[in-house]
C-alpha cells in the first residue's frame, strides 16, 4: 500500500497548472480523473467508506458529482456518476437521476457508509437532499428523498431532508444514521426508505419546515 501522504490523488497548483509535491502548503486545482496513485485526480473528497471484502475504499467526490473508488494498489476508479459541466462554468452541474455509473447523477455527494449485509454504498446526496444507495456494480437508485428540501418522515419519496451531510448505517439497527445540521437532527432511514427522526428537533406539527427556510 502507497503511504499516506501519496496514496492517491495529488495537488495540481492553482496558479502554475503544474504537479506539486508539497499541496499541503499551496491552493490545489480540482479535476477528475483515474489512474494509478499521483496520476488519479479528485474534487472535494468526502468519506471514506472501506469495503473490506473487496479492499476498496470508497469516498464521495463532492466537487465532481462522483462515486470513486481506489484499490489497495492506489489505483482509481470512478464507480457512478459524472461531472457535467455547461460552457464557460467550470463547476460541474448538480443534477438528480438513477441509473448506472456514469448515467446517474448527483450534486455535492458527502457522507458515505458501506453495508456489508447488502454489498452497498449508502451516500448523502447532500445538494439533492436525498439518500441514494449505489451498488458495487454501479446502479445507483435513490432510497429516499426527491430533490425537495424540507422536514419530513415518511417512505421513499415522500421524505424530506435539508442539505443532510454525514452517513453511518448501524448494524445493531439495520439502518442508516443521517446528520442533518440545518434540521437540528439525526434522522434514521431504515434500507427500504423509511425515514424517521431518531434524535434531534422533534417534527413540527401539523406541516414540515418550508422548504424556504433550508439555506446555506
Same mark, same amino acid.
Given at each position: 500500500?502507497?503511504?499516506?501522504?501519496?496514496?492517491?490523488?495529488?495537488?495540481?497548483?492553482?496558479?502554475?497548472?503544474?504537479?506539486?509535491? &508539497?499541496?499541503?502548503?499551496?491552493? =490545489?486545482?480540482?479535476?477528475?480523473?483515474?489512474?494509478?496513485?499521483?496520476? #488519479?485526480?479528485?474534487?472535494?473528497?468526502?468519506?471514506?467508506?472501506?469495503? !473490506?471484502?473487496?479492499?476498496?475504499?470508497?469516498?464521495?467526490?463532492?466537487?465532481?458529482?462522483?462515486?470513486?473508488?481506489?484499490?489497495?494498489?492506489?489505483?482509481? !476508479?470512478?464507480?457512478?456518476? %459524472? =461531472?457535467?459541466?455547461?460552457?464557460? +462554468?467550470?463547476? =460541474?452541474?448538480?443534477?438528480?437521476?438513477?441509473?448506472?455509473?456514469?448515467? #446517474?447523477?448527483?450534486?455535492?455527494?458527502?457522507?458515505?457508509?458501506?453495508?456489508?449485509?447488502?454489498?452497498?454504498? &449508502?451516500?448523502?446526496?447532500?445538494?439533492?437532499?436525498?439518500?441514494?444507495?449505489?451498488?458495487?456494480?454501479?446502479?445507483?437508485?435513490?432510497?429516499?428523498? +426527491?430533490?425537495?428540501?424540507?422536514?419530513? +418522515?415518511?417512505?421513499?419519496? #415522500?421524505?424530506? !431532508?435539508?442539505?443532510? %451531510? *454525514?452517513? #453511518? &448505517?448501524?448494524?445493531?439497527?439495520?439502518?442508516?444514521?443521517?446528520?442533518?445540521?440545518?434540521?437540528?437532527?439525526? %434522522?434514521?432511514?431504515?434500507?427500504?426508505?423509511?425515514?424517521?427522526?431518531?434524535?434531534?428537533?422533534?417534527?413540527? *406539527?401539523?406541516?414540515?419546515?418550508?422548504?424556504?427556510?433550508? *439555506?446555506?
Amino acid at each position: 500500500m502507497g503511504s499516506l501522504l501519496e496514496f492517491a490523488g495529488t495537488c495540481v497548483n492553482l496558479t502554475t497548472g503544474e504537479l506539486d509535491r &508539497y499541496g499541503a502548503y499551496s491552493f =490545489c486545482r480540482g479535476g477528475s480523473a483515474d489512474g494509478t496513485a499521483r496520476e #488519479a485526480r479528485f474534487n472535494q473528497p468526502w468519506g471514506p467508506a472501506y469495503d !473490506f471484502k473487496d479492499d476498496i475504499i470508497f469516498v464521495a467526490d463532492s466537487g465532481n458529482n462522483e462515486i470513486r473508488g481506489i484499490r489497495s494498489d492506489g489505483s482509481v !476508479f470512478t464507480l457512478a456518476g %459524472r =461531472c457535467v459541466r455547461i460552457t464557460n +462554468n467550470p463547476n =460541474c452541474i448538480g443534477m438528480l437521476a438513477d441509473g448506472k455509473g456514469a448515467a #446517474a447523477r448527483f450534486f455535492y455527494p458527502t457522507g458515505i457508509t458501506y453495508d456489508n449485509t447488502d454489498d452497498a454504498l &449508502y451516500v448523502v446526496d447532500r445538494f439533492n437532499h436525498a439518500i441514494r444507495k449505489v451498488k458495487l456494480d454501479g446502479q445507483v437508485s435513490t432510497v429516499a428523498g +426527491n430533490g425537495k428540501a424540507g422536514y419530513t +418522515n415518511g417512505v421513499g419519496s #415522500a421524505a424530506r !431532508f435539508c442539505f443532510p %451531510r *454525514s452517513i #453511518a &448505517y448501524v448494524p445493531y439497527l439495520d439502518a442508516l444514521l443521517v446528520t442533518e445540521t440545518h434540521n437540528l437532527a439525526i %434522522r434514521k432511514a431504515t434500507t427500504d426508505g423509511t425515514v424517521t427522526t431518531w434524535h434531534g428537533d422533534k417534527l413540527p *406539527s401539523p406541516n414540515p419546515i418550508p422548504a424556504e427556510t433550508c *439555506s446555506f
